[in-house]
């Protein structure tokens, strides 16, 4: 909704495991800002082709991670961004 930002924002539909597999090689993180989520991967994923995740400690994702690990506070915006910085 920020005009200065919207080219610099890309929204993507689900995309193919062989898409999905480039953009984790190219990317300089994964931002994951989910508060619900299924299985969790997408931090192991993003790991697996040694990038950064920024996600929230939701639903399965708060069993596997300790809060330091998870840089994205829900609903918080500010401390958010704080953290991932």
Do not use: I, M
């Not at 995309?15 to 299985?39: D, I, M, N, Q, S």
Request: hydrophobic content about 45%.
């Amino acid at each position: 909704t920020d005009p200065e930002l919207a080219g610099e924002v890309v929204e993507l539909s689900a995309v193919t495991e062989p898409v999905k597999r480039w953009l984790l090689e190219r990317c300089a993180a994964v931002v994951y800002p989910t508060t619900y989520e299924g299985f969790g991967l997408v931090p192991f994923e993003a790991a697996d082709h040694g990038r950064p995740c920024l996600f929230a400690r939701q639903a399965s994702l708060e069993e596997l991670f300790t809060a330091e690990d998870a840089l994205l506070v829900p609903w918080n915006a500010t401390e958010s961004a704080d953290r991932a910085v």
